[in-house]
């Protein structure tokens, strides 16, 4: 199996909602959470969260095995991307060849989900791997005051039971060869993607996906086996 670094990117800034990744789901911090997740992934060699907050670090040291980059200031600004931060992470941690990007506000991810994208990365021919929902939404854009479909004909609506899935990122995680970030990519030309349901493809990001997730943390039980 692939040698597999996982990186947790977890800064103590956020706007939205304050100290986000410390936001608890019944009493576990989202950050713990990842972590009790990822750390059962065999496919993963070492586990790493990034971070400029104390209280993050201290919060993810509950787990012995997890290790901790203190993320330099300029990638713990607000202005900062992801990728921004996993460049700088991979400049202090050289020989790293292929890294799993996982974010800790999707509360929902599945071992084997993850045990699935290791096993794609396992394959040369494969560069990246990133988790996706299917979706068959009717669209809609407007152009020039003019509201337009995209992706169906309005005199023939189609049963969605007929119409061809698209895919849409759920943020979840993004493995890849590290060499992509020299051309200031996450997912190469060779990608593949796991399907994750879409109930479990929630991403906090406002008090009412916190709100969300709380409800569904209650009912979702075997599902995250």
């Not at 692939?2 to 103590?12: D, Y």
């Not at 699935?116 to 809609?140: I, N, Q």
Request: aromatic share 6%; net charge negative.
């Amino acid at each position: 199996m692939e040698s597999i670094v996982c990186l947790i990117l977890a800064r103590g800034g956020s706007k939205r909602i304050k100290n986000k990744n410390l936001c608890r789901i019944n009493g576990t911090s989202l950050i713990l959470r990842c972590l009790q997740t990822v750390t059962r992934v065999k496919g993963f060699s070492e586990v790493w969260v990034s971070t400029d907050s104390p209280e993050i670090e201290e919060e993810s040291r509950q787990i012995s095995c997890v290790k901790i980059h203190r993320r330099a200031s300029y990638a713990s600004l607000d202005s900062a991307s992801s990728l921004c931060a996993v460049k700088e992470f991979l400049e202090s941690h050289t020989g790293i060849t292929t890294l799993a990007l996982v974010q800790c506000t999707s509360p929902f991810l599945r071992i084997c989900d993850l045990d699935e994208a290791c096993l794609k990365m396992s394959c040369p021919a494969c560069d990246s791997v990133f988790s996706v929902k299917t979706d068959k939404a009717l669209r809609w854009k407007t152009k020039d005051g003019i509201s337009q479909p995209v992706n169906f004909n309005p005199a023939q609506r189609p049963r969605s039971q007929d119409m061809e899935a698209e895919f849409v990122e759920t943020g979840g995680f993004y493995f890849f060869r590290t060499y992509l970030t020299e051309r200031n990519l996450l997912q190469g030309p060779r990608a593949e993607m796991v399907i994750v349901p879409e109930e479990l493809s929630i991403d906090i990001d406002t008090e009412i996906d916190l709100k969300l997730a709380q409800v569904l943390d209650e009912n979702l039980g075997v599902m995250l086996l």
